[in-house]
């Protein structure tokens, strides 16, 4: 039983829509159970699949966390952002210098958008597509780095300070997405703002998707 317990637990972890659907009680367990057996060549009795199912311990948690996270969502500010393009210098251990060149460019105070995130070897900058020359150019004596265009951005401003302390904040944004078949390119906590970067071609679902969420789906 413990073995059988494990495997199913297992498998509903791994797909965020069957664990959406367990959470909100919208799945029948007897039919769930079928399905990971015939699916999964399960060899276990439906039975014993039905009691593995029942005692998630997710489902639990959820249920506990979920007038928190819905809290944090639900008054948010949506707003959206296209022709985005990200720069990874990768590697570089004069990686300050790049910084502080980056920071000399005083246009993105005012009209143009520059996030930045610093590991201890790379730098990854977001930038709009006007901009982007400007950091190649800045870029151009570096060893290595990457350049990915057509991103689109999220940008959610909650009115929860508590956003970053509440489990299951950023797991919800993914599972969201997820569920909808769209993959996240970069996921950025600065509360109160949660910043989410997709392709560009994603954008408008991945928008309907967040402000399903905001509305307490």
């Known amino acids: 039983m413990t073995n059988?317990?494990?495997?199913?637990?297992?498998?509903?972890?791994?797909?965020?829509?069957?664990q959406k659907n367990l959470q909100k009680n919208l799945i029948n367990v007897r039919a769930l159970a079928?399905?990971?057996?015939?699916?999964?060549?399960?060899?276990?009795?439906i039975d014993s699949v039905i009691s593995a199912v029942r005692r998630y311990p997710s489902s639990r948690?959820?249920?506990?966390?979920?007038?928190?996270?819905?809290?944090?969502?639900?008054?948010?500010?949506?707003?959206?952002?296209?022709?985005?393009?990200?720069?990874?210098?990768?590697n570089q251990s004069d990686i300050q210098r790049y910084l502080s060149e980056i920071t000399k460019l005083t246009d993105f105070e005012k009209r143009e958008t520059l996030r930045m995130i610093k590991g201890k070897n790379n730098l990854k900058?977001?930038?709009?597509?006007?901009?982007?020359?400007?950091?190649?150019?800045?870029?151009?004596?570096?060893?290595?780095?990457?350049?990915?265009?057509?991103?689109g951005e999220i940008r959610i401003v909650t009115s929860d300070i508590k956003a970053d302390k509440t489990k299951g904040v950023a797991a919800r944004i993914s599972n969201e997405l997820l569920?909808?078949?769209?993959?996240?390119?970069?996921?950025?906590?600065?509360?109160?703002?949660?910043?989410?970067?997709?392709?560009?071609?994603?954008?408008?679902?991945?928008?309907?998707?967040?402000?399903?969420?905001?509305?307490?789906?």
């Open 61 to 90: 948690t959820f249920k506990e966390n979920v007038s928190e996270i819905k809290e944090v969502f639900i008054s948010a500010n949506i707003s959206t952002k296209n022709n985005l393009a990200c720069l990874v210098l990768r």
């Open 34 to 45: 079928k399905y990971l057996i015939t699916h999964h060549g399960l060899k276990a009795s």
């Open 4 to 18: 059988i317990t494990q495997t199913v637990w297992n498998l509903i972890s791994q797909d965020p829509t069957i």
């Open 125 to 151: 900058i977001v930038t709009d597509m006007g901009s982007l020359q400007k950091i190649k150019d800045i870029f151009s004596g570096a060893q290595q780095f990457e350049t990915k265009e057509g991103l």
């Open 179 to 217: 569920t909808n078949d769209i993959n996240i390119s970069e996921l950025i906590f600065c509360v109160p703002e949660i910043i989410v970067y997709v392709d560009q071609k994603d954008l408008l679902k991945a928008h309907e998707s967040i402000m399903q969420l905001c509305k307490g789906g």
